[in-house]
């Protein structure tokens, strides 16, 4: 199956808010709300940040958010803080019945 | 605290089979109905499914490795296990274990462990 697409980097200043875009097709992310989204901090393991397209895990900052439109998906980061500075991979279910991820993106905090 | 860790050997040799261990503590691999998970990611690249087991289980494997992966789950020891035979270069990879509540997602994941496949 092929990866879902991903901008490779995105960046804001302290305070902005930026948004991460992950484009799959209608056999994945316009066919089903099962859009997840995970922060991968340099050799850490990734962390779920937002899963059924628009739900926070328990103990995720309400600073992350998740939308969907069509065949993509969204995650977008408000009041950008240096911490949030990481990799980003959206993942989607697929009518193959398999999960797919994008090829990731790296935020900066300028 | 659900936590997972990884073990395995750090490097196989091309065309043996690679097999790596996730043990599960702070609670029961066969307790809800959870899917476990393995996530590989080579050096500098990003993420891939590799595969799940039901708490049942039942196996779900990603197409492009079907042929080579197994996942299996050792209740007594409260275990799940990856092996994934015929490997190449191509198979290098830090590989993480993962709960899945539902299917869709992961929630807790190992630390990882680098798997180098070399002779």
């Known amino acids: 199956q092929s990866a879902l697409t991903q901008p490779a980097s995105v960046s804001g200043s302290p305070g902005q808010s930026i948004t991460i875009s992950c484009t799959g097709t209608s056999g994945d992310i316009g066919a089903y709300y099962y859009v997840s989204w995970y922060q991968q901090h340099p050799g850490k393991a990734p962390k779920l940040m937002i899963y059924d397209v628009t739900n926070r895990p328990s103990g995720v900052s309400n600073r992350f958010s998740g939308s969907k439109s069509g065949n993509t998906a969204s995650l977008t980061l408000s009041g950008l803080q240096a911490e949030d500075e990481a990799d980003y991979y959206c993942?989607?279910?697929?009518?193959?019945?398999?999960?797919?991820f994008g090829g990731g993106t790296k935020v900066t905090v300028l | 605290q659900l936590q997972l860790q990884e073990s395995g050997p750090g490097l196989v040799k091309p065309s043996e089979t690679l097999s790596l261990t996730c043990t599960v503590s702070g609670g029961s691999i066969s307790s809800n109905s959870y899917y476990w998970g393995w996530i590989r990611q080579p050096p500098g690249k990003g993420l891939e499914c590799i595969g799940s087991i039901y708490y049942s289980g039942s196996t779900y494997y990603n197409p492009s490795l079907t042929s080579r992966v197994t996942i299996s789950v050792d209740e007594s020891k409260n275990q799940f296990s990856l092996k994934l035979s015929s490997v190449t270069a191509a198979d290098t990879a830090v590989y993480y274990c993962?709960?899945?509540?539902?299917?869709?997602?992961?929630?807790?994941w190992g630390k990882g462990t680098t798997v180098t496949v070399s002779s």
């Open positions: 993962s709960r899945q509540p539902t299917y869709y997602y992961m929630d807790v």
């Open positions: 993942s989607s279910y697929t009518s193959s019945g398999t999960l797919v």
